[in-house]
C-alpha cells in the first residue's frame, strides 16, 4: 500500500495505484454503523430487526471492500471483531481462551477457495485429502463453561469474545448440563478445562412459550434463538427454569490436565465425560465428502426439532489446527457452511384478528398462499399494534416470510420497493370481533384485550384449553365440538360439561351414539386427572404445564392452593412474584369461584401429583422415552415411572438408566447406543413394570 498526500491508495496486481474515494469511505463507515447496530439488537438486545441472511450480506460486502482497500480498515470493525459489547446486566466474565468467530462459505467453490488457502498455508499438495469433521450448525446462543475437577463452577456468554456474562445461575437450570462429568470413562477429569457449545431452544418449547405470551400480553419472539438468548439472560433463573433449554457441546477453551488429537476424539470423551453432543457429525476424507454431507443435510435439517442454518466444517487434526492458527476474529481452521435461508415473498391480501382465551387480540396477516420449506401457508401471525407499526406491514404489501424455527409462519419484512400507493394501512379494531366489548390495552402490555367474561370467543378458547391435552384430555371433544357446544348455550363455562347428556349430544350434526357415549365415558374420567392438570386446564395467566406441575408438588391438593397467599405462592421455587399475583387474583374472581364449586359439585377431584405413588421400585433411576408409542401415551409412561420414584427426562446422558425406544426413534436412540445406555423396546417396560406387580 502506498499513501500520497490525504488520498487512501493502494497498489493492484498491474502496479497501477487504486484510490478508496470519499464514495467508499461513506460506503464502508455506513456498513460498519449497520452492522455494529445489528450486533447489539442480535447479540444484547436479542431482538434482531434484519434476518440473518441480510446481516450475511452486509457483512460480506464490507469484507469484499476493505479486502479491495485495505486502509480502511478501522481496529472496530466487524470484520476484526466478534460478537457485541458485553452487557451490564449481568458480571463480567473474562474467557481463559478467546471465543472466536467463524467464516461464512455460501456454496462449494467457497469451501473449495478456503481449502486452498489453507494448503497453502501448510504446504499440502492438493492431491493428500484432508480430514474434516463436519457438525450442524446450531442456531442458538454461544456459551462457554469452565468445569474444576469435573464440577461445573461457572459459565458465560461469548460477549465480545474476551469477556462474556456471568450467567451460571441460569445454566444450572438446563436439564441436559451435568453439575459433574461423569468419570466412570477414561481419560481421567482434567483439573480445569473450558468447554463450549450452544444451548438452544426446539420447536416444540418455542411454540409454546411463544403462545403463552401471546395470550398473557408479554413479548414473543422471533425464533427459536431469540427465545433461547432471550431465557438464558432472565434476571430470575426460576424464569430461565420455565423454558425448557437444551444445549450440545463442541469445542473446547483452555484446559489444565486434558489434551487431545483430534475434533472427533474429543467429541467422543465429551459423550464419555456425560455430556451431551449432537450425533449428526461425520469425519469427511476430502472436501468431495464434506460437500456430500452438506447437501444431505440442507434437505434432512427440516426434520429436526431444532434450527440449523448450515454445517461447520473443521479440520480434525488438532497439530493442523495449530500449524494454521487463527486470525484476528476467527480460526483458519474452521468455516460455516450457510444454507439460503427459507424466505420466500407472498402479497398480504388481508389482515383480520383473532381472540384468545384470555382475550388477547392477535392480528393476523392472510397471505396469497405459497409454499415454505414444503408446507403451503396462507396466514402468518403479526403478534400485535406494535410489531405492525414496527414492520410497517400494510394491505396489499408484498412481504418476505418465513417459518420462524421453521415452524410458524411470520412476516420477516416489507419488500417497500414493490409498493405502488394501493396498499391500505392496517387500523386495529377499537371492539371485540366475537363480543363487540370495548378493548382495552392494559398498561405494560402490548396486545389489546377483550375483558368481557362471557365473549363468545373467549368461552371457545376457554373450553378447547380446558379439553386439550396436558389439561383434562377428553377425547371426542375438539375445535367443532367446542364451537357447537357453545353456541347452543349447553356450555357457558368449562365446568357445565360434567352436566350433559346424551340427547343433548345426540341433536349436533354428525354426533351418533357411540360417540356421544365415548365423549361422555371420557368426561367423566377426566374427573380424576392429576392435580397438575386441572390446574393447567383452569387457564390462569402465566401458568404453564410445568408451572402446573411446580404447584401441584407444592401444595398437594387444589383447595391448598386456591387459600395459598401471594407470599405463600412467590416462595415456591420458579414461582416469580407477578405469576403469584395472577394465581392469586384467579383464585378471588367471583366467577372462577362458581366454576370451582360447579367442577366440586360435579365430582372433579384430581390426584395430588398425578397419582399416590405404588413402590419405589424405579427410586432413582432416570427413563427417557423416545419415538413413538403403540401401546401406551407418552404422558402415561412418564406418569408410570413417577409413580414408581423414578424420574422422566427429555435428554440422554450418562446419567440415563434406561431409553425406551418406540418406533420410528431417532437421535436419542443413537446418543443411547453411543453411550452405552441400556435401551428397552416398549413391551420390555410393560413388563418390567408388570414383573414389579405380581411381584
Known amino acids: 500500500m502506498v499513501e500520497s498526500g ?89 474467557h481463559r481462551q478467546p471465543m472466536l468467530s467463524l467464516d461464512n462459505a455460501f456454496g462449494a467453490d467457497e469451501l473449495r477457495s478456503w481449502e486452498e ?26 456459551v462457554n463453561l469452565t468445569y474444576e475437577n469435573g464440577r461445573f463452577s461457572r459459565g ?34 482434567p483439573a480445569l478445562i473450558e468447554i463450549r457449545g450452544e444451548v438452544f431452544m426446539s420447536h416444540p418449547e418455542f411454540a409454546r412459550i411463544n403462545a403463552e405470551a401471546e395470550e398473557q400480553g408479554g413479548r414473543t419472539f422471533a425464533n427459536p434463538r431469540n427465545a433461547a438468548a432471550g431465557s438464558l439472560r432472565q434476571k430470575d433463573p426460576a424464569e430461565t427454569a420455565r423454558r425448557k433449554l437444551d444445549v450440545f457441546l463442541y469445542a473446547i477453551g483452555d484446559s489444565e490436565g486434558a489434551s487431545f488429537e483430534s475434533q472427533i476424539q474429543l467429541l467422543q470423551t465429551y ?26 443435510w440442507k434437505e434432512r435439517k427440516t426434520t429436526l426439532p431444532y434450527d440449523t442454518d448450515g454445517v461447520v466444517v473443521k479440520v480434525n487434526s488438532f497439530n493442523l489446527q495449530r500449524e494454521l492458527g487463527t486470525n484476528s476474529r476467527s480460526p483458519r481452521w474452521a468455516i460455516a457452511y450457510k444454507y439460503p435461508a427459507l424466505q420466500v415473498r407472498t402479497r398480504v391480501e388481508d389482515i383480520g384478528v383473532q381472540v384468545g382465551r384470555t382475550g388477547a387480540i392477535t392480528p393476523v396477516a392472510h397471505l396469497q398462499p405459497v409454499a415454505v420449506a414444503g408446507v403451503i401457508v396462507s396466514r402468518a401471525t403479526l403478534h400485535n399494534e406494535d410489531e405492525i407499526r414496527r414492520k410497517d406491514v400494510r394491505i396489499g404489501d408484498t412481504v418476505v416470510i418465513q417459518r420462524a424455527g ?37 398498561e405494560g402490555e402490548a396486545v389489546l384485550r377483550c375483558l368481557n367474561p362471557i365473549c363468545p370467543k373467549k368461552v371457545v378458547e376457554a373450553l378447547r384449553h380446558f379439553t386439550g391435552r396436558g389439561a383434562m384430555d377428553i377425547e371426542g371433544i375438539g375445535d367443532k365440538q367446542c364451537e357447537q357446544l357453545t353456541e347452543s348455550g349447553l356450555v357457558k363455562d368449562p365446568a357445565d360439561l360434567y352436566s350433559l347428556t346424551k340427547e343433548q349430544l345426540l341433536q349436533f350434526e354428525r354426533m351418533g351414539d357411540k360417540l356421544a357415549t365415548k365423549i361422555l365415558a371420557n368426561i367423566e374420567n377426566s374427573k380424576t386427572r392429576p392435580l397438575a392438570n386441572l390446574i393447567f386446564a383452569l387457564g390462569i395467566r402465566h401458568i404453564g404445564e410445568h408451572s402446573a406441575e411446580v ?11 386456591r387459600n395459598a397467599s401471594v407470599e405463600q405462592l412467590a416462595s415456591v421455587h420458579e414461582i416469580g412474584q407477578t405469576t403469584a399475583e395472577s394465581i392469586a387474583a384467579w383464585f ?14 360435579a365430582g372433579v377431584r384430581p390426584t395430588a401429583n398425578g397419582s399416590a405413588p405404588v413402590s419405589d421400585q424405579f427410586a432413582g433411576k432416570i427413563f427417557v422415552f423416545t419415538g413413538t408409542l403403540i401401546r401406551l401415551k407418552r404422558d402415561e409412561a412418564e406418569e ?46 410393560i413388563e418390567m413394570v408388570d414383573d414389579e406387580k405380581d411381584a
Open 6 to 94: 490525504s488520498g487512501n491508495t493502494r497498489v493492484d496486481g498491474g502496479g497501477a495505484i487504486a484510490r478508496a474515494g470519499a464514495a467508499e469511505q461513506d460506503r464502508a463507515e455506513a456498513l460498519r454503523a449497520q452492522i455494529k447496530r445489528a450486533n447489539h439488537l442480535y447479540y444484547v438486545q436479542d431482538a434482531p430487526e434484519i434476518s440473518d441472511a441480510a446481516y450475511d450480506a452486509l457483512l460480506k460486502e464490507l469484507r469484499q471492500l476493505e479486502e479491495r482497500y485495505p486502509e480502511l480498515i478501522t481496529p472496530d470493525s466487524p470484520t476484526q471483531t466478534v460478537g457485541a459489547e458485553v452487557s451490564t446486566t449481568f458480571r463480567p466474565l473474562r
Open 117 to 142: 488457502k489453507n494448503r497453502r498455508v501448510l504446504g499440502m499438495r492438493g492431491d493428500v485429502p484432508i480430514e474434516y469433521v463436519c457438525e450442524l450448525k446450531i442456531d442458538g446462543l454461544s
Open 156 to 189: 458465560a456468554t461469548r460477549g465480545d469474545g474476551y469477556v462474556g456474562e456471568d450467567i451460571t445461575r441460569n445454566l444450572q437450570t438446563i436439564e441436559a448440563l451435568p453439575r459433574m462429568l461423569s468419570t466412570h470413562e477414561k481419560p481421567a477429569l
Open 271 to 296: 459423550a464419555r465425560w456425560g455430556l451431551r453432543t449432537n450425533p449428526n457429525v461425520r469425519v469427511c476424507t476430502g472436501l468431495d465428502e464434506v460437500i456430500a454431507f452438506c447437501d444431505e
Open 406 to 442: 421453521e415452524v410458524i409462519p411470520e412476516v420477516v419484512e416489507v419488500v417497500t420497493a414493490e409498493r405502488d400507493g394501493s396498499e391500505v394501512v392496517f387500523q386495529m379494531p377499537t371492539n371485540c370481533p366475537s363480543c363487540g366489548s370495548d378493548l382495552v390495552r392494559p
Open 551 to 561: 404447584l401441584a408438588e407444592a401444595f398437594h391438593s387444589l383447595e391448598a392452593l
Open 588 to 601: 378471588a374472581d367471583p366467577r372462577n369461584v362458581s366454576i370451582l364449586d360447579k367442577l366440586h359439585d
Open 640 to 685: 408410570m415411572v413417577k409413580q414408581r420414584g423414578g424420574r422422566a427426562s427429555g435428554s440422554v446422558s450418562k446419567q440415563t438408566s434406561y431409553v425406551v425406544a418406540g418406533e420410528s426413534a431417532g437421535s436419542k436412540l443413537a446418543k443411547a447406543q453411543e453411550l452405552g445406555v441400556p435401551v428397552l423396546t416398549e413391551d420390555e417396560f
